[in-house]
T-cell receptor, first 115, second 113 residues
Framework: DAGVIQSPRHEVTEMGQEVTLRCKPI?????LFWYRQTMMRGLELLIY????????DSGMPEDRFSAKMPNASFSTLKIQPSEPRDSAVYFC?????????????FGPGTRLTVL | AQSVTQLDSQVPVFEEAPVELRCNYS??????LFWYVQYPNQGLQLLLK??????LVKGINGFEAEFNKSQTSFHLRKPSVHISDTAEYFC???????????FGAGTRLFVKA
């Protein structure tokens, strides 16, 4: 199994630009999570999908952030417009469980730098 | 709401020495607890998880953790560390039936030769 796949691995962009991060969960997993990791705030859950439906997006920082899961094998996290404070590592994770008690499998992350 | 506190931000230790990484949690309901490890430039990987039942949990790479309900702790231990154990370790908690895992701030383990 290839594990959770994220692209790109690194993204450098200028303030005001649109950024799209992509995630392919492990086949057969029905839960998908987007996290953001920074030195100041640690690992934060942004949004959680179950069976392609967003269940909890209370962690999405503001309207500039949006996430979609059009099918079971693909999800995107979009930031528009991006700001320097969005610089972080963004992780996607998937699991088999409708609740998080099962193991979450993390992708390698996308390191976003907004100049 | 549940929370988790990792008491040490950094733990330096010599190779082959024992190590304990401390984690305390708070919750008004029963919980599941996890330890994840993050190697440089990688995502998190599960080390072990506590499910209600036994207090001592064994994980991968020789790590184990002990659940102590009275002290609301879930400390991670390894009797003899290797250089390759150098990484960041995260304790995490989730309420039974919940879907939002709360991660601690992480403890950076640095193993010296």
């Amino acid at each position: 199994d290839a594990g959770v796949i994220q692209s790109p691995r690194h993204e450098v962009t200028e303030m005001g630009q649109e950024v799209t991060l992509r995630c392919k969960p492990i086949s057969g997993h029905n839960s998908l999570f987007w996290y953001r990791q920074t030195m100041m705030r640690g690992l934060e859950l942004l949004i959680y999908f179950n069976n392609n439906v967003p269940i909890d997006d209370s962690g999405m920082p503001e309207d500039r952030f949006s996430a979609k899961m059009p099918n079971a094998s693909f999800s995107t996290l979009k930031i528009q417009p991006s700001e320097p404070r969005d610089s972080a590592v963004y992780f996607c994770a998937s699991s088999t469980s409708a609740t998080s008690t099962d193991t979450q499998y993390f992708g390698p992350g996308t390191r976003l730098t907004v100049l | 709401a549940q929370s988790v506190t990792q008491l040490d931000s950094q733990v330096p230790v010599f190779e082959e020495a024992p190590v304990e990484l401390r984690c305390n949690y708070s919750s008004s309901v029963s919980v599941y607890l996890f330890w994840y490890v993050q190697y440089p430039n990688q995502g998190l990987q599960l080390l072990l998880k506590y499910l209600p039942g036994s207090t001592l949990v064994k994980g991968i790479n020789g790590f184990e953790a002990e659940f102590n309900k009275s002290q609301t702790s879930f400390h991670l231990r390894k009797p003899s560390v290797h250089i390759s154990d150098t990484a960041e370790y995260f304790c995490a908690v989730i309420n039974t039936g919940g879907f939002k895992t709360i991660f601690g701030a992480g403890t950076r383990l640095f193993v010296k030769a």
